[in-house]
């Protein structure tokens, strides 16, 4: 009777001890699953400013020979203050954003070129499919937000997004 305890005792233990070690969660804050959150990953950037946020930032390509871009991206404002959009930079060049400033009421969102009445467009745009251009976003009160953010084609689930109004 005392083998089979301490055989359980033992088994009980190893399979702690490797549960441990093969669980993810073990890894605390060095995981990567922590670590991955601040790489850029791919399209759907985030950025946030004081207690304004942009949530999934995408460059979608304009229609092939027109130099344009639409971002994509919903902003909220989490601040109980309101705020407005004062502009946008699209690789160090100002884009056109529609109603030139946008207000962002507190606890509310607007979202910009898909499924949404507002855009972002540059027209002097010459970056290339699947690189990162910085993008910049500046708030009259929380300041200004910088991103890397992708460039994807307008295929497939970004179908049908382009600049409105069109390019020229």
Do not use: H, K
Request: with cysteine; aromatic share 6%; net charge negative.
């Amino acid at each position: 009777m005392r083998i089979r305890q301490s055989t359980t005792v033992v088994l009980s233990a190893g399979l702690l001890a490797s549960s441990l070690a093969l669980t993810g969660c073990f890894n605390g804050m060095g995981a990567q699953t922590n670590l991955q959150n601040d790489q850029l990953t791919g399209n759907g950037v985030q950025a946030q400013v004081g207690n304004v946020r942009a949530e999934n930032l995408t460059l979608v390509a304009g229609p092939e020979g027109s130099a344009s871009a639409t971002l994509i991206t919903r902003i909220i404002n989490g601040d109980p203050e309101p705020d407005a959009l004062l502009g946008v930079q699209i690789d160090g060049i100002p884009a056109y954003v529609t109603g030139d400033i946008v207000e962002l009421r507190p606890d509310d969102s607007v979202g910009f070129g898909f499924d949404a009445d507002r855009w972002i467009n540059s027209y002097d745009f010459d970056a290339a499919l699947s690189t990162y251009v910085p993008v910049a976003l500046q708030f009259e009160r929380a300041g200004i937000v910088e991103a890397e953010v992708l460039v994807v084609p307008a295929s497939g689930y970004y179908e049908g997004i382009e600049p409105v109004p069109p390019a020229a």
